[in-house]
């Protein structure tokens, strides 16, 4: 898919090209050295909510370009005041403010950006194919689309994590507000191994101020009806709020496009009004196929320290992976290799068969199997595109198992931590659960 162009629009007269003083800092010694002005371009990031290409001139050398986001001049200054209260890698630090006193507009300006996040093509986030296909197929995140995703899900948990907890708590909290992310509000800055930084730049002001909800539905009259209540949404619900807006950035991304099982699962489970990090840390849409194989190994090691656990995944319905087994020519174990009988195609009768098969298939990914492959050779060249022919199969496969193992409690932590951070992988020893 083509990129989505950033906007060439006219600018409302009351700022078109106005040259202004900054009105509040964040410690930049430079600026506060010496007059610095700030040009507003015609040309906008993101679309047309308010993110400008711009420019700071300095006195005695070449202008400098940033980008300046123009909001009323009070919401520029509490915004301006709960970024620079972020330590967040992913969330942008503002230059500062810069107003027009007489049009009441204010301008929070950041060092450049490279553009907008929905300005990068749908391929580069997202494993696409047939892209000329009016709703070209989505099998998930690309792996710089992993890293995309895992940028949103650390900022909006480390935002989650800052507001007030008690009452009796008076420092080192954000205010609550709910960040923003929207077209002109996420941006990104091109690393040097080609990979995206993410920044979030904004924050919803006015609790009535979102399009969203808390269920992810639109707002009607919202605004008015909290200033007629008075009534204001405490930590869980603008946690939740936060959670619910990423989901429904991810869905803006995912626009045009037949996402899989797992991403619409994931953009649900953001946009649910219980959402939490716990849970979202399970999701399988978040985890790329090495957390999965993590994941499957962890399964593994819980029941071959244990073979007594084989008889929970006995008594759990399989996945219905049985049409895969088939096509590959999957057959039992022979008791007598050289009895001369062939056995049987392997029945996946339980949970215990299905992640058997997962193991000697997808991740043992055994030659002799791919050898009785009747299908196209390229179908299956390596655990990639194997695990893409069982999603095909059986798109919920991964989200079943996880719902499965959750509900026994062999494992504690998501796999998704371990893997990010580069922990050691723990072996979970029965004794121990």
């Known amino acids: 898919m083509a990129p989505k162009p950033a906007g060439k629009q006219p600018l409302p007269d009351d700022h078109r090209l106005v040259r202004m003083m900054p009105a509040k800092l964040s410690g930049h010694p430079e600026i ?219 869905s803006q991304l995912c626009a045009g496009c037949s996402a899989n099982f797992e991403v619409t699962h994931l953009i649900d489970s953001l946009k649910n009004e219980a959402a939490k990090y716990d849970d979202l840390l399970w999701e399988a849409g978040l985890w790329d196929l090495t957390t999965k194989i993590y994941f499957l190994h962890e399964i593994f090691w819980c029941y071959d320290k244990a073979p007594g656990l084989k008889a929970d995944l006995n008594e759990r319905l399989p996945l219905g992976l049985q049409s895969c087994i088939i096509k590959l020519n999957v057959r039992e174990k022979a008791n007598n290799e050289l009895s001369g009988v062939t056995p049987p195609i392997m029945n996946e009768w339980s949970l215990y068969k299905s992640l058997h098969f997962l193991r000697v298939f997808l991740f043992a990914h055994q030659a002799d199997i791919l050898e009785k492959y009747s299908g196209p050779k390229g179908d299956i060249q390596d655990r990639k595109s194997a695990e893409r022919f069982v999603l095909e199969h059986k798109s919920d496969y991964m989200v079943r198992i996880i719902e499965e193992i959750r509900d026994l409690k062999w494992i504690k932590t998501s796999p998704y931590l371990r893997s990010r951070h580069n922990y050691m992988i723990e072996r979970h020893h029965p004794q121990e659960m």
């Not at 690393?191 to 009607?220: A, M």
Request: proline share 4%; with cysteine; charged share 25%.
């Open 32 to 250: 506060e050295k010496q007059a610095v002005r700030l040009i507003v371009e015609d040309e906008t990031i993101g679309g047309s909510g308010g993110a400008y290409r711009a420019k700071l001139l300095y006195g005695d050398r070449h202008p400098e370009n940033c980008v300046a986001l123009c909001r009323k001049r009070s919401r520029a200054f509490e915004v301006f005041e709960v970024l620079n209260a972020c330590s967040h890698p992913n969330i942008a630090k503002p230059i500062g403010v810069w107003e027009n006193e007489a049009k009441k507009l204010g301008y929070i300006v950041f060092q450049n950006f490279d553009g907008a996040l929905s300005s990068v093509p749908t391929q580069v986030i997202f494993e696409v194919e047939n892209l000329l296909e009016p709703k070209p197929a989505m099998h998930g995140f690309s792996e710089k689309g992993f890293n995309i995703l895992w940028d949103l899900m650390s900022a909006v948990n480390y935002v989650n994590d800052h507001y007030q907890q008690e009452p009796s708590q008076t420092e080192n909290y954000l205010p609550l507000k709910s960040l923003r992310m929207e077209a002109c509000t996420v941006f990104f800055q091109l690393k040097e191994e080609g990979d995206y930084l993410v920044l979030l730049t904004d924050f919803e002001i006015d609790t009535g101020e979102s399009s969203q909800n808390i269920k992810g539905h639109k707002r009607r009259g919202a605004k008015a009806k909290a200033r007629t209540s008075g009534e204001q949404p405490d930590v869980h619900q603008i946690r939740t709020r936060n959670w619910n807006n990423m989901g429904e950035y991810i």
